[in-house]
């Protein structure tokens, strides 16, 4: 089974609880009249359409190369993490919103001991599927899957949040309702932003590896002069090497080769992450001679 079909199991699945999740808040922060609760489902309902996401784009990131991208999809999983942030900021603003109306014109908010074993009941879901999620992200080397782990972490700040606004409501203190959904904002907000920070580190091929290490790697090698220009690209589970090998002046092109063959089969023993390794051989001039 191929490591996308595996994420989009992960998938399938914790979509199905956050269904849950998000229906079970929001149906019942609307009847008890508590907005943080609403806005923590509303948040809850975007990590089930962040999944529907991760669902299509792990489905495009899994295509074979073709004449139009003869590297392949894989891009199209940290696409799919910038979609996520986007939803997530549109939530934000959403609650804001929905805060703002609730200062202009307040209303009292019917807490029961049902509410608590809501609050109860769908936080120990969302402890389990940032477990899960954290758990098999580092196994598959998902980035989608570790962004959205730390999307349902957010969540169980967020619940935490809300029961404590709903012991406040229950002790004659209303206000502390809004003043949650504004914190569960900027928690949302923050959340987006790293979620943003990580996949666009992808998508403009920001470095994966210290150069150095890489070089302490290759310059052990027989038949190695030196190296430079070494450059990384890509995810945790996926980097690209590309460098410049000097080898002996006199080498034939057929040492220089097998040479280059040796470096790259020791960088991929030393990261495994790394899938290709592009080199391209110098002649090596000693400066002294």
């Not at 990590?47 to 295509?63: E, F, M, P, R």
């Not at 666009?200 to 302490?216: Q, S, Y």
């Not at 690209?240 to 000097?246: G, K, S, T, V």
Request: with cysteine.
């Amino acid at each position: 089974m191929t490591r996308l079909k595996k994420v989009r199991q992960v998938l399938l699945f914790t979509l199905f609880l956050n269904i849950a999740v998000a229906v079970a808040k929001i149906s019942y922060g609307y009847t008890i009249n508590s907005i943080s609760m609403f806005s923590d489902g509303f948040h809850s309902f975007f990590d089930g359409t962040s999944n529907v996401i991760g669902l299509i784009g792990t489905w495009v990131a899994s295509q074979p190369p073709d004449e139009s991208h003869p590297y392949g999809h894989r891009k199209f999983e940290n696409l799919s993490t910038i979609a996520i942030a986007v939803l997530i900021f549109g939530a934000g603003i959403e609650i804001l919103r929905e805060s703002y109306q609730r200062i202009q014109a307040p209303d009292n908010i019917e807490v029961t001991v049902f509410s608590f074993i809501v609050m109860a009941a769908t936080l120990s879901i969302n402890i389990f599927v940032m477990t899960y999620e954290s758990r098999k992200g580092r196994e598959l080397k998902s980035d989608f899957l570790l962004a959205d782990a730390k999307h349902t972490k957010s969540d169980i700040f967020v619940s935490l949040s809300v029961v404590a606004s709903l012991i406040a409501a229950k002790a004659g203190y209303p206000v502390f309702d809004v003043i949650a959904a504004i914190v569960i904002t900027v928690l949302i907000v923050k959340m987006g932003i790293e979620i943003l920070k990580s996949a666009t580190a992808v998508l403009t091929d920001a470095a994966c590896i210290n150069p150095e290490e890489i070089r302490r790697v290759i310059i052990r090698i027989s038949g190695v002069k030196d190296c430079h220009g070494i450059r990384t690209r890509g995810n945790e589970g996926f980097i690209n090497i590309d460098l410049h090998l000097l080898v002996d002046a006199e080498a034939t092109t057929h040492e220089a080769h097998d040479i280059a063959h040796l470096v790259e089969d020791a960088i991929k023993k030393s990261f495994p992450s790394v899938v290709d390794v592009v080199i391209h051989i110098e002649p090596y001039q000693d400066e002294k001679a």
